[in-house]
Structure formats: structure tokens, C-alpha cells
């Protein structure tokens, strides 16, 4: 299994540079989808619930004080098997034309962000994981990637 290190330097090495708030989100739907397709976590290491959306904290230490990112030397984009880089081409396929800001805003909308946060007031720091059974079970209940 990839961790999420691995997975940052794969979406970089196929979409080129990008924003770290559309690193974390990819990031995020690349777990989703995986959960939903495959039945398994892409990485192991965990999403919380932060005030702009889905965060990968392990990535979010490395990039920290940085607008965008062009590679990650954290990772090994090779150590994605055949079908982590097909969920990962299919999230960048659906998600890569929308801005850092459009993903987050979008997982606003959606359950696995929405039951982390709780009742947490909006803006407000948190630190809540996001629950891999409901990110299963929320993608796993789309009709097709990207619908909501």
C-alpha cells in the first residue's frame, strides 16, 4: 500500500504544480474513491476535518507556508500499484479542472467532512478525523464520479 506521501508525489507528477489546497483535496477524493472502487484505504494515513475542508496533516507538515507545490520528494510516486494510479487518474480526470477553492467549497457539501466537523461552529479549528466507513459509504452511494 502507498502511504499519502506517495500518493502527493503521484498527483504532482501527473498534474504538475498545484495549489496546496488542491493537493489536500485531491488527496482527499483520491481516499474516497479508493474506499469506493477497491474497498480499501489508498493510504493509511488520516484526513481531519479543518476549517477549508479535508487535510492530510502528514502532507500539510511538509508544505506548510507554502502557496503551491511542484513535486514532493516526501514520496514515491512509483510505489502506487496499477490500480492506485487508476483511482488517482480518475480523480484527476474529475476533480483536476476545478480550483483548490471549488474542492473545498464542494466538500462543504458533503457528508464525510460534514460528520467530522460535528456541530464544530464554521471556521473553527478542529482537529476531527475523518471516518473511513462514512467516506465508503458516501462515495460508494454516488452514481458516478463527481456527482454529489
Do not use: C, I
Amino acid at each position: 500500500m502507498a502511504n499519502v506521501h506517495d500518493v502527493a508525489a503521484y498527483l504532482l507528477q501527473e498534474a504538475g504544480q498545484l495549489t496546496t489546497m488542491k493537493l489536500q483535496k485531491l488527496l482527499y477524493y483520491s481516499q474516497g474513491w479508493s474506499l469506493a472502487w477497491d474497498g480499501v484505504p489508498l493510504f493509511n494515513e488520516e484526513l481531519q476535518a479543518w476549517a477549508n475542508g479535508p487535510v492530510a496533516p502528514a502532507v500539510f507538515r511538509q508544505h506548510r507556508g507554502e502557496f503551491t507545490v511542484s513535486e514532493w520528494p516526501h514520496g514515491d510516486a512509483t510505489a502506487l500499484n496499477t490500480d492506485e494510479q487508476e483511482t488517482v487518474d480518475a480523480v484527476l480526470d474529475a476533480y483536476g479542472p476545478l480550483t483548490g477553492q471549488q474542492l473545498a467549497d464542494k466538500s462543504h457539501t458533503e457528508r464525510p467532512w460534514l460528520d467530522a466537523r460535528g456541530d464544530t461552529a464554521p471556521g473553527e479549528a478542529s482537529k476531527a478525523k475523518l471516518d473511513l466507513a462514512v467516506m465508503q459509504d458516501y462515495f460508494g452511494g454516488l452514481d458516478q464520479l463527481g456527482d454529489e
